[in-house]
C-alpha cells in the first residue's frame, strides 16, 4: 500500500508571500492519479488539483502543482488570507497524506 | 448541479454495525464515468479513504478496514451505502460521501459530512 507523506505538518506564512507544500509517495504514482485538496474548519475537504496538475473548476491560478514518481508538489503564488486552511494530497482517490496545515504567521 | 447528502444514525453502540447512506441528486449513480466513495475524519485529525464502489457494484475498501467495511450501490434509489461492523470509539469521526472521477481519480463532489459517535 503507498504511503504518502506531506512535508512540511505546518507552514507559517505571510499573505503575498509563496507557499510551497510537498507530497512523497513511498513507491510511484501515476501523475494521472495525484490530487490535491483544501479543507478548511467545518467544512468538507475542497478538490483543488487532480491529474497531479489540471485545476479543478473554479480554482484560481494561483494554485498550481506539479512533479511525478514519488515526488509532488502543490505551489500558492501569492497567498490570500482565504488560503490559511489545511491541504492533503491522495492518490488514486485512495491513499490521503496527513495534511498541511497553512497558518498566518 | 450534482449534490450529496449522508445520513444515518449519529450515535453507535460499541461492537454494533454503523450504517449511512448517501443519496445523490443533479446526477446518476448510474454513470460511467464516476466512481463513489466514503472517506471519514476523526476529530482534529486528518482524512481516511473507506472505500469506493462502482455503478456495476465492483468494490475498493481501505486494507485496514476491509474485514469490517461493505460497500454498495443501488442505482434504481440513486444512493450508495456503508456499512461498518464492530465499530469501536476509534470509529467516531465525520463521515463524508464523495464522487470520484474515472480517469483522474480525483473527489470532484463532497457531501456535507455526518458526524458519527460511538459510545455506549
Given at each position: 500500500e503507498t504511503v504518502l507523506t506531506q512535508s512540511p505538518g505546518t507552514l507559517s506564512l505571510s499573505p503575498g508571500e509563496r507557499a510551497t507544500l510537498s507530497c512523497r509517495a513511498s513507491q510511484s504514482v501515476s501523475t494521472s492519479y495525484l490530487a490535491w485538496y483544501q479543507q478548511k474548519p467545518g467544512q468538507a475537504p475542497r478538490l483543488l488539483?487532480?491529474?497531479?496538475?489540471s485545476r479543478a473548476t473554479g480554482i484560481p491560478d494561483r494554485f498550481s502543482a506539479s512533479g511525478s514518481g514519488t515526488d509532488f508538489t502543490l505551489t500558492i503564488s501569492r497567498l490570500e488570507a482565504e488560503d490559511f486552511a489545511v491541504y492533503y494530497c491522495q492518490q488514486y482517490g485512495r491513499t490521503f497524506g496527513q495534511g498541511t496545515k497553512l497558518e498566518i504567521k | 448541479q450534482l449534490q450529496l447528502q449522508a445520513s444515518g444514525p449519529g450515535l453507535v453502540k460499541p461492537s454494533e454495525t454503523l450504517s449511512l447512506t448517501c443519496s445523490v441528486s443533479g446526477g446518476s449513480t448510474g454513470n460511467t464515468s464516476y466512481y463513489w466513495g466514503w472517506i471519514r475524519q476523526p476529530p482534529g485529525k486528518g482524512l481516511e479513504w473507506i472505500g469506493t464502489v462502482y455503478y456495476s457494484g465492483s468494490t475498493y475498501y481501505n486494507p485496514s478496514l476491509k474485514s469490517r467495511v461493505t460497500i454498495s450501490v443501488d442505482t434504481s434509489k440513486n444512493q450508495f451505502s456503508l456499512k461498518l461492523t464492530s465499530v469501536t470509539a476509534a470509529d467516531t469521526a465525520v463521515y463524508y460521501c464523495a464522487r470520484r472521477m474515472q480517469v483522474v481519480g480525483g473527489l470532484d463532489v463532497w457531501g456535507q459530512g455526518t458526524t458519527v459517535t460511538v459510545s455506549s
Amino acid at each position: 500500500e503507498t504511503v504518502l507523506t506531506q512535508s512540511p505538518g505546518t507552514l507559517s506564512l505571510s499573505p503575498g508571500e509563496r507557499a510551497t507544500l510537498s507530497c512523497r509517495a513511498s513507491q510511484s504514482v501515476s501523475t494521472s492519479y495525484l490530487a490535491w485538496y483544501q479543507q478548511k474548519p467545518g467544512q468538507a475537504p475542497r478538490l483543488l488539483i487532480s491529474g497531479a496538475s489540471s485545476r479543478a473548476t473554479g480554482i484560481p491560478d494561483r494554485f498550481s502543482a506539479s512533479g511525478s514518481g514519488t515526488d509532488f508538489t502543490l505551489t500558492i503564488s501569492r497567498l490570500e488570507a482565504e488560503d490559511f486552511a489545511v491541504y492533503y494530497c491522495q492518490q488514486y482517490g485512495r491513499t490521503f497524506g496527513q495534511g498541511t496545515k497553512l497558518e498566518i504567521k | 448541479q450534482l449534490q450529496l447528502q449522508a445520513s444515518g444514525p449519529g450515535l453507535v453502540k460499541p461492537s454494533e454495525t454503523l450504517s449511512l447512506t448517501c443519496s445523490v441528486s443533479g446526477g446518476s449513480t448510474g454513470n460511467t464515468s464516476y466512481y463513489w466513495g466514503w472517506i471519514r475524519q476523526p476529530p482534529g485529525k486528518g482524512l481516511e479513504w473507506i472505500g469506493t464502489v462502482y455503478y456495476s457494484g465492483s468494490t475498493y475498501y481501505n486494507p485496514s478496514l476491509k474485514s469490517r467495511v461493505t460497500i454498495s450501490v443501488d442505482t434504481s434509489k440513486n444512493q450508495f451505502s456503508l456499512k461498518l461492523t464492530s465499530v469501536t470509539a476509534a470509529d467516531t469521526a465525520v463521515y463524508y460521501c464523495a464522487r470520484r472521477m474515472q480517469v483522474v481519480g480525483g473527489l470532484d463532489v463532497w457531501g456535507q459530512g455526518t458526524t458519527v459517535t460511538v459510545s455506549s
